[in-house]
């Protein structure tokens, strides 16, 4: 994902107009590419890697870059591709970084328990205070149902704790690839939530 930094074409110009841009980018980069020799040390080639990154090229003109560093110098093509793989992986990082500070999601396969746990606590009690519908009672997590017009005090069991739980919190599973794919709260995070004060 392309984030504006002031390098790249502008976010706010329209989709047609920043591919033109993105491909003008991508041909300037590979024509750079070319002009390097063996001669050149891999920082210079990661730095050249790392604007093209940055301008948003797309993976044809990642592939004619990195045939061209790999024609030109002394790393070879596999190599060149895991510096792009490493920039891939780094913007994944960063953007799951700032989903957790923003909206807010659990990785449940790379992030820690305790921030897991952390996370979810923070959903449920901003969930609560915009409408209250959590209570301790007798020293058990319960809610309050109504039942022919009277209301009751119910405690909440495992199932309905996870239901609560999933429909305020967003928890993801990330493949290698990098693809992220939306999963229930994990069990031992809600029993975790259960045997605790909330």
């Known amino acids: 994902m392309l984030r504006y930094d002031g390098d790249g074409p502008d976010p706010l110009l329209p989709e047609e107009e920043r591919e033109v841009l993105r491909k003008e980018a991508g041909d300037d980069f590979e024509a750079e590419a070319l002009a390097l020799t063996r001669d050149n040390t891999e920082a ?68 820690y328990f305790h921030d897991i746990a952390d996370y979810a606590v923070r959903q449920i009690a901003a969930k609560n205070a915009e409408s209250p519908f959590l209570f301790q009672h007798v020293g058990e997590l319960s809610k309050v149902r109504t039942k022919d017009g009277a209301p009751q005090i119910k405690k909440v069991s495992e199932k309905r704790f996870a239901h609560l739980l999933n429909s305020c919190s967003r928890f993801v599973r990330v493949s290698g690839e990098g693809n992220s794919v939306g999963v229930s709260a994990p069990f031992d995070v809600v029993n975790h939530l259960l045997g605790t004060d909330l």
Do not use: C, H, S
């Open 44 to 111: 210079k080639i990661r730095e050249l890697i790392g604007r093209a990154f940055v301008a948003g090229v797309n993976l044809t003109q990642r592939g004619k870059i990195a045939e061209a560093v790999a024609k030109n110098t002394t790393p070879a093509k596999p190599k060149v591709n895991k510096m792009w793989t490493e920039l891939d992986a780094d913007n994944r990082r960063v953007d799951r970084a700032k989903a957790k500070m923003g909206t807010g999601v659990a990785v449940v396969n790379e992030d």
